[in-house]
Structure formats: structure tokens, C-alpha cells
């Protein structure tokens, strides 16, 4: 009897309920509701980054150039704002409306911080209106000062805004171990509920991904002016801004994965069985596609990185090392991306002797994989270091000597990746996990004390010659647009993993998802569903772009008429205006 009043119960529990939402189903439409909203929140948080450190560095080196690069990615913030707002406004409404119990569970739990956010999201708006338009009022002297600490307002009021929207999440996902599906919402906690514990793994990744993400985006956008241009002036100031963006996203992706380490690792010491389920359950080839996408990601990166060392005088003298990066970068993608169990016939599991690959078996194990990416790290920092050094000649005593503890450097550096990955396969798997700390120290020990090195050993250094910005092929435009692409897939496809892990579960072991759409989609329809909201996303910042541009023509025909026409861009061919590359941010 007391069987038959539970099913009872849930049942009337469940009349009401939930929504529908015709054709895609209701589960499908808070998806591309919430993926598209989130794709434009990590743009509108990550952009402001770049613009409040580029604005600054005008300021203090007192060049037109940075400052208009600013303005730039800020014109780009505004048309964007509106875009997230209203996407944040239609998930809000399915939500609501589709899943009205589960909302209603989220809102008692959260209610404080739902009007916070909101309070800190109008003030937000406010502080971008006054960054952006009061542009040309605070121009000079301290009125300079001014106006970058409303950009740093704006930094602060959108970290604040995720810091709160990430506690939601996290607690679906990670809910205190005493919350049961008897405990009231009100016994709960606010503090409690946000401060849970994939709470800060989450924050440090985002911060990292939307810094990556922005700068793909931005660096898209430059792309696409520079195939735009018209002339030689614009094509070099749109190569520069390529550049930048392309610099700041791929040098924050290095240490992206180091966060995501972390994040993993809480969600294994939270439920053992929900880290099973995301790395060796159903979900697991879903990170071989992972694997694969990264993979494009560093080829395009140090793809335009080599080439654009063709516009960079002296750049020649690294050329020949460059085939060898490749295939370092070949090798260990090939290893990143081998599955530990392979798809196969009774035939030819039979021939394996077994589900495993005598040599893929030993290819598609955590050992391999974290050796793999780390060494692809190593190999894109130097990449990135060689660029920066192509069109100098250093003048220190020492230099040679520097460049001999940098190369040291790199290889006790892969050497400890290397040994740990090999030694990995000789110990128990809870021994293993923890080695790829050391290979992590070890890579970013590297980074750092290259880094330091490097910035000594620049001081002073004379110029090869000017760096012929705007004499690039218009085929390493494309790979600005691949990375751009890729990283939106990629954030979609990571966003699927951390929800997906809960399966049937609104709030995990707390709140039970009993709507006919509670199942996780397979791999496949998944990928059709992420694909379906990058080309949404796309197409609206393709859109967006547009508007871009019509806005800097509209500002550009304003100032000449005024008389007071736009600072001029860098142009390789005058070489008399400090360039990125002798002193910025080259």
C-alpha cells in the first residue's frame, strides 16, 4: 500500500508540472535557449578583458592605436549586450513556463541572489553606456584615468554576474551532500547552496574560457574586416588586431586545460560514479571528439602563427624548424586522439583477442593522452616564443647564455612530462591521477621561467626591420576563422559533458527529472543539437559584424566632418610608427 501511494503521489506531483514545446520537444528548446544565451555571456565577459588591457596600454604608452583597438572591441560589446539579454530573457520564459517546479525549486533556494544578479546586471548595462559613448568626452589627461576605471567597473560587475549565474549551475550539478529530496529549499542555505564544490573549479574555468573565447571571436571579426578592406591601411590595422586576438586567446587556452583538470577532479572526489559516467561511461567518446577539435585548434593556431612569420624581417632564420614542430604536434594528436576501446565487429574482436588493441590499448590510456597534450603545450609556447623573437636581435652580454637556460628549460621540462606519462603505466590507477600534477607544474614552471627570461633578455633589443603588417596571405585568415568556429563547437560540446553527467536528474540525487524529454541524448543527436546552436550564435555575430562596420564608417565620416580625422594606422610601408612588434604586445 505504501508503494501504491508513492506512485500516486508522484503522479499528481507530476500533473502540471511541465510544459511542451512543440517539434524540437521542451528539453531541446531550454538547450538552444540557454547555449546560445551562455555563447554571448562568455563573449560580452571576455571581450571587456581585452579592452580595458589594450586601453590601458595606450594610455601608458600613449598610442592612438591600442586606444582605437579598444573602442573597437567595445563597439562590438554593445550590439552583443542586447543580443545576450535577450536570450537570457527567452531562457527565463521556457524555463518558467516548461519546467515551472523545477523553477520554483531554484527560485525559493535562490531568490536573493536572483534580485542581486538582476540589480548588478541594470548596473552593468549602465557602466557599458558610459564606457562606450563616453569615449570621446574622456579622452585626455586624467578624464583618460577616468574613464578605464569604469572599464574595470565593468570587469567587475560582469565577473560578479557569473560568480552568481555559476552557483545555480553548479548546484544542479553538485548539491551539498546533507541536501536530500526531502530538504526544504529554506533549510538549505544560499551560502551553502552556492559555495558547493565544483563551485570555484567552474568560476577559474569559465574566467579562462571566456578570455579564450572572446579573443577567437574578436580575431574572427578582424578577419573579416581585413578580407574587407579596402586598403592598405586598414588590411595592416586589421592584421595587427588579428593578431592580438589570435595572441590572447590561444596564450589563455594554454592553461585552460590546467583548469579543467581541477574541475575534473572535484567532480570525481563529489560522486565517484558521476566522474565514471563522464570519462568511462557512455560519455567517453565524446572526449576522443574532443581530442580531435583540440587538435585543430593548435594546428590553426601555430598554422597562422607560421605563416604570418613570412611578414616578420628575419623570421627566415626559424622557418626550417617549423616542420618538425608539425610533426611533434601530428604525432601527439594522433595519440590524443586514440580511443582505449574500439568500435568493432565480432570479427575483429576476435582478431584483437579481445575489446582492446594490442598497441591502441596502450595509445588510448590517461597516460598517454596527459603526455600528449602537455608536449603540444610545450610546442605551441614555442612557437609563440620564436615569433616574438623573429624581427629582434638581442643586445645583452648574456644572451646566448639566456637562450641556453631557455632551451634547458624546455627539455627538463618534457622530460618530466615524458617520464611521468611513461611511469604511469607501472602504477595503480589513484597513483597515476596524481602524476599529472607534476606534468602540469612542470609546463607551467617552463612557461613562466622562459617567460621571465625572455623579457630580459628582449631589453634593449634592436629590430631586424619593421614587421610588413598588412602583407598576409588571405588563406591565414581562414584559420582565424577555423579557431573561432572551433572554440564555439568545443564550449557547446563541453557545456553538453557537465550537464549531461546529471542524466535524469535536475538537481543530482536531489531533484528528479520525471518530464517525458528526461533522457540523454547520444553522441550524435547531441552534435546535430550543438551544431544547430553555433550556426544560430554565428549567423547572429555575423550579423553583428555588420553592424560593426556600418558603425565605424558612420564614426569615421562623423570625425571628418568634424575635422579631426582617425589617428592613422601603422603602415609597414612608412616604418616610422612603433610597431606591435618592436615593443607592444608582440
Not at 583548469?259 to 572535484?266: D, K, P, T, V
Not at 601527439?332 to 580511443?339: E, M, R
Request: charge should be positive.
Amino acid at each position: 500500500m505504501t508503494a501504491v501511494l508513492a506512485v500516486i503521489a508522484q503522479a499528481a506531483d507530476t500533473v502540471g508540472a511541465y510544459g511542451h514545446f512543440p517539434i524540437v520537444g521542451a528539453r531541446n528548446a531550454v538547450w538552444i535557449a540557454a547555449e546560445v544565451h551562455l555563447m554571448f555571456a562568455a563573449f560580452v565577459l571576455g571581450v571587456p578583458m581585452f579592452a580595458v588591457i589594450t586601453e590601458l596600454i595606450g594610455i601608458l604608452g600613449k598610442d592612438a592605436k591600442y586606444d582605437r583597438l579598444s573602442r573597437e572591441f567595445t563597439r562590438l560589446l554593445v550590439f552583443a549586450y542586447s543580443a545576450t539579454a535577450l536570450w537570457g530573457g527567452l531562457l527565463l520564459f521556457f524555463l518558467t513556463t516548461l519546467y515551472p517546479r523545477f523553477w520554483g525549486h531554484m527560485a525559493r533556494l535562490f531568490s536573493l541572489s536572483m534580485w542581486l544578479y538582476a540589480g548588478l546586471f541594470f548596473v552593468e548595462s549602465f557602466t557599458l553606456y558610459l564606457y562606450y559613448y563616453g569615449w570621446d568626452r574622456w579622452r585626455v589627461g586624467r578624464a583618460k584615468w577616468m574613464h578605464w576605471g569604469l572599464g574595470l567597473l565593468l570587469n567587475a560587475w560582469g565577473t560578479s554576474v557569473m560568480l552568481i549565474a555559476n552557483g545555480w549551475l553548479t548546484y544542479m550539478m553538485s548539491p551539498p551532500k546533507n541536501v536530500t529530496p526531502e530538504t526544504l529549499p529554506e533549510q538549505i542555505g544560499l551560502w551553502n547552496a552556492i559555495a558547493n564544490m565544483t563551485w570555484m573549479p567552474i568560476n577559474i574555468h569559465r574566467l579562462i574560457a571566456n578570455a579564450v573565447f572572446g579573443g577567437a571571436i574578436v580575431a574572427g571579426y578582424a578577419a573579416y574586416r581585413f578580407l574587407a578592406a579596402k586598403t592598405p591601411e586598414e588590411k595592416a590595422h586589421y592584421d595587427w588586431m588579428g593578431y592580438v586576438g589570435n595572441f590572447i586567446a590561444i596564450s589563455t587556452f594554454i592553461v585552460l586545460p590546467f583548469a579543467g583538470y581541477w574541475l575534473g577532479r572535484e567532480i570525481y572526489q563529489y560522486d565517484q560514479q558521476m566522474g565514471i559516467t563522464m570519462m568511462g561511461g557512455f560519455m567517453s567518446w565524446l572526449w576522443i571528439v574532443q581530442a580531435v577539435l583540440i587538435g585543430v585548434l593548435f594546428l590553426a593556431a601555430n598554422y597562422y602563427l607560421w605563416t604570418g612569420m613570412g611578414r616578420i624581417p628575419g623570421a627566415e632564420r626559424f622557418t626550417p624548424y617549423t616542420k618538425w614542430m608539425l610533426l611533434v604536434l601530428m604525432i601527439c594528436w594522433l595519440v590524443w586522439a586514440t580511443p582505449h576501446t574500439m568500435i568493432a565487429s565480432r570479427e575483429e574482436m576476435a582478431a584483437m583477442g579481445g575489446a582492446h588493441h594490442p598497441l591502441l590499448n596502450v595509445l588510448g590510456v590517461m597516460s598517454a593522452k596527459n603526455t600528449a597534450v602537455n608536449i603540444m603545450i610545450l610546442t605551441t609556447f614555442l612557437s609563440f616564443l620564436i615569433y616574438r623573437r623573429a624581427n629582434k636581435r638581442a643586445t645583452v652580454s648574456w644572451a646566448r647564455t639566456g637562450t641556453m637556460v631557455q632551451a634547458a628549460m624546455f627539455v627538463l621540462a618534457a622530460g618530466v612530462v615524458i617520464f611521468y606519462g611513461i611511469y604511469g603505466y607501472f602504477v595503480e590507477a589513484i597513483v597515476r591521477i596524481g602524476f599529472s600534477v607534476y606534468q602540469v607544474a612542470a609546463v607551467l614552471f617552463c612557461i613562466i621561467g622562459v617567460s621571465v627570461v625572455d623579457a630580459f633578455i628582449g631589453r634593449g633589443a634592436e629590430s631586424r626591420g619593421v614587421i610588413r603588417w598588412g602583407e598576409m596571405p588571405d588563406r591565414s585568415q581562414y584559420a582565424l576563422f577555423v579557431l573561432a568556429v572551433t572554440f564555439t563547437w568545443l564550449m557547446g560540446l563541453m557545456g553538453f559533458a557537465r550537464s549531461g553527467i546529471r542524466q535524469h536528474w535536475h538537481v543530482w540525487q536531489v531533484m528528479r527529472d520525471t518530464s517525458p524529454d528526461a533522457v540523454t541524448p547520444p553522441l550524435g543527436q547531441a552534435a546535430n543539437m550543438i551544431s544547430a546552436c553555433v550556426l544560430i550564435f554565428l549567423g547572429l555575430v555575423a550579423f553583428i559584424f555588420w553592424l560593426g562596420g556600418l558603425a565605424e564608417e558612420s564614426h569615421r565620416a562623423s570625425e571628418i566632418h568634424d575635422g579631426e580625422p582617425t589617428p592613422a594606422v601603422p603602415n609597414a610601408a612608412r616604418g616610422r610608427t612603433k610597431l606591435a612588434g618592436e615593443g607592444g604586445i608582440h
